[in-house]
């Protein structure tokens, strides 16, 4: 406390004979990072453009606004093509703010990693759209998930942001995720001779503690000089987001990441003005105008008072310091167990966590590892150790992703090579997808021509970036399929009177579910599925087989929600060929005939929300 006392006084005396502040510079995260952390990314553009005009009105020139789940979320989720929302927000702020986006390596911003010519064109089209400045990680702290994407970057005109990802172990594990291991991270960055502008250090889980962020800046600064540009970036999920900021100026910072109310604190980034507060005293200055911010964030909050702030998102979770999830990954796991009524399952999630990331190499619990963890930790409580394997996990383990911080344990590894039927590897991520024909830039052409749309830069990188496994969903998009599926008031309003005053329908009740159905082109569609139909006066002699739908039960493994129905009733299926696919806590788990025979029946559609041991077929 007396040092703490005397430094503050030497402070003062600074400041008394007009020795000026080492000002701070802020990027403000409310439009990306915020986003995802607060509202899983599903915002629609035109309604925060004037909050974002008003920040810049009032002295902030950096923002991250793209990148990350706010490249597919306004394609999937808000029917919003992502490169014009890129366009609208650089014609909102103007040629002078400096606009920034997160890259996750080679996989750039798909759903899946890519080939060279995929991680170039993401860097062309995102230098189009307006952005200056990528900041480019990669979760297993893999130096060659890094060089391509770097060298695009550069080579586009943009400002590369090489980033070191961070995250606390959980309790009792050690051997990564220490200075030492983030100092080999940074001088393989550098012995890699691949182009950066600036350092980043990433804690998407908010869990590092404040004396480590303080030690790994300082070896940084140590390592790269004094006029080096180095920033860090946390969360306060754990509840020591500010208290690692003030360690990273500490220990020579130069920049920090903050955000706005309503999606600043909890899951998100740390308060503008909680820490222009924290600073009073000491001999850093954040250069705002903190009235001017205070005015900005009664804007924002008015631009979004129609999406529901979910109380989740907004705590502080000490419990996650023992199973580091990033703060968007915190609320959707809540809530996706809140969805199946599994609520009670997540501390047993939280507990099998530490096993998931110990055995499987330490890579950082960022996007995608961190689904891949808390996907895998869900099985595991759910369904018993080890029973089933989430293939993220299963393939991290075997290689595909690149090469984890320590050894996975041997027992796992042979255990994911026997669930997936795959051998391990070594060889680099890109240079995989180089070899695979259904990635890159000529397999997204060749889908594009066959759905009969124009072949640009942008369809070419949406088509490719937004494919996943046989779902093609930025064709989809592309084609004028996409939805509006944000959790806003003013939306959910506008369906319900639409719903309300449609009469080209009707909705069939049967045991208390209610299906709704509509008849169209000799076509019945049931709940958004269509299936053939042939009605007939009267009624003819159907088998006592399948009209009761006696032979073999199919029973859901897991709770979750039906995907999709591959088969329908009076279909042949072999033994193990799939009936349909049901996705839990973002999961596609697909669902086989245990016996050959015929589809008797099927008790379930498109979307429907099942439990554990619920019927879902039977083949007789």
């Known amino acids: 406390i007396t040092g703490i006392i005397n430094r503050q006084r030497e402070f003062a005396t600074l400041e008394s004979i007009g020795m000026t502040k080492k000002q701070i510079k802020v990027m403000d995260t409310s439009f990306r990072d915020g986003f995802q952390s607060i509202y899983g990314a599903k915002v629609l553009v035109d309604d925060f453009i004037p909050a974002l005009?008003?920040?810049?009105?009032a002295g902030i020139n950096h923002f991250e606004t793209a990148g990350g789940a706010r490249f597919q979320a306004p394609i999937f989720f808000c029917n919003e093509n992502a490169f014009e929302t890129m366009d609208k927000i650089r014609a909102a702020v103007g040629p002078d703010v400096?606009?920034?986006?997160?890259?996750r390596g080679v996989n750039v911003v798909g759903l899946n990693s890519q080939p060279r010519d995929v991680i170039d064109l993401h860097a062309k089209m995102f230098a189009k759209h307006g952005v200056n400045v990528i900041r480019n990680f990669d979760a297993l702290n893999d130096v060659n998930n890094l060089i391509d994407s770097a060298n695009s970057i550069k080579k586009h005109g943009l400002q590369h942001e090489v980033t070191i990802t961070m995250m606390e172990l959980p309790f009792g594990c050690e051997g990564a995720h220490d200075v030492a291991f983030y100092e080999k991270v940074l001088r393989n960055i550098l012995d890699s001779g691949l182009p950066f502008d600036s350092l980043a250090f990433k804690d998407a889980s908010g869990t590092s503690n404040p004396r480590k962020v303080y030690e790994t800046v300082k070896m940084a600064r140590e390592i790269l000089g004094e006029n080096f540009?180095?920033?860090f970036h946390s969360h306060e999920t754990a509840g020591t987001g500010l208290a690692a900021y003030l360690a990273a100026l500490d220990g020579g910072a130069d920049g920090i990441d903050l955000a706005m109310k309503p999606v600043s604190g909890g899951t998100g980034q740390p308060d503008i003005i909680s820490m222009w507060h924290a600073l009073k005293g000491t001999e850093y200055d954040l250069g705002l105008d903190i009235k001017k911010v205070m005015e900005t964030e009664e804007i924002f909050k008015e631009c979004m008072k129609d999406y529901p702030l979910d109380p989740i998102s907004l705590a502080v979770n000490p419990i996650l310091i023992q199973a580091p999830l990033p703060g968007g990954a915190t609320a959707t796991t809540v809530n996706q167990l809140k969805d199946m009524g599994m609520l009670d399952k997540f501390p047993a999630l939280i507990a099998a966590m530490k096993e998931c990331v110990e055995r499987g190499g330490?890579?950082?619990?960022?996007?995608p590892v961190s689904q891949f963890y808390a996907q895998q930790a869900f099985l595991n409580a759910v369904q018993g150790p080890w029973v089933q394997a989430n293939p993220g996990y299963a393939k991290m383990l075997l290689g595909y992703f690149g090469k984890t911080p320590c050894e996975p344990d041997p027992e796992l590894v042979k255990w994911a090579s026997e669930k997936l039927n795959m051998q391990p590897t070594t060889e680099k991520v890109v240079d995989l997808n180089e070899k695979d024909p259904e990635k890159g830039l000529k397999a997204a052409e060749k889908r594009l021509i066959a759905a009969g749309l124009p072949v640009t830069d942008e369809n070419l990188f949406i088509a490719a970036a937004c494919k996943d496994g046989n779902v093609d969903k930025g064709i989809d998009f592309l084609l004028g399929k996409g939805q509006v599926s944000v959790n806003k008031t003013a939306v959910k309003a506008q369906t319900s009177t639409s719903a309300a005053g449609s009469s080209d329908g009707c909705t069939v009740t049967v045991n208390g579910?209610?299906?709704?159905?509509?008849?169209?082109?000799g076509k019945a569609?049931?709940?958004?599925?269509?299936?053939n139909?042939?009605?007939?006066?009267g009624i003819e002699e159907v088998s006592s087989a399948s009209a009761s739908g006696e032979g073999t039960e199919v029973k859901a493994p897991m709770p979750g929600a039906v995907l999709r129905v591959l088969k329908s009733v009076g279909d042949t299926v072999d033994e193990n060929e799939e009936i349909l696919v049901i996705e839990a806590m973002k999961m596609e788990t697909p669902i086989k005939a245990p016996v050959s025979g015929t589809i008797t029946s099927l008790a379930v559609a498109q979307n429907d929300k099942i439990a554990t041991g619920q019927v879902l077929a039977t083949v007789g």
Do not use: C, M, P
């Not at 569609?525 to 299936?531: L, P, S």
């Not at 139909?533 to 006066?537: C, G």
């Open 53 to 57: 005009q008003a920040a810049v009105a």
């Open 98 to 103: 400096k606009l920034q986006s997160l890259s």
């Open 229 to 231: 540009h180095i920033r």
């Open 362 to 367: 330490f890579a950082t619990s960022v996007t």
């Open 513 to 521: 579910k209610k299906y709704a159905v509509k008849f169209q082109n």
């Open 525 to 531: 569609v049931v709940n958004g599925k269509e299936y």
């Open 533 to 537: 139909v042939d009605v007939k006066d």
